[in-house]
């Protein structure tokens, strides 16, 4: 099998490394109580999605 006949730079490398990097999540408001919400996901702060009440909310304080 072919092997390279020279190594790559730290440079080089580093220049296609550059793309690899985290991304924050996309965040939207919930439309029924207003708290910031992951998308297509059920509001955990009420219960809704979608405009709709999908999932009791229990109050514990």
């Known amino acids: 099998m072919p092997n390279p006949k020279r190594r790559w730079s730290k440079t080089r490398t580093a220049k296609r490394r550059t793309h690899y990097k985290a991304e924050a999540p996309t965040v939207m408001t919930c439309t029924n109580c207003g708290s910031p919400v992951r998308y297509h996901r059920v509001c955990p ?15 514990a304080n």
Do not use: A, D, L, N
């Not at 702060?45 to 109050?59: D, L, P, T």
């Open 45 to 59: 702060e009420c219960g809704f999605y979608r405009g709709r009440q999908v999932m009791e909310v229990s109050k």
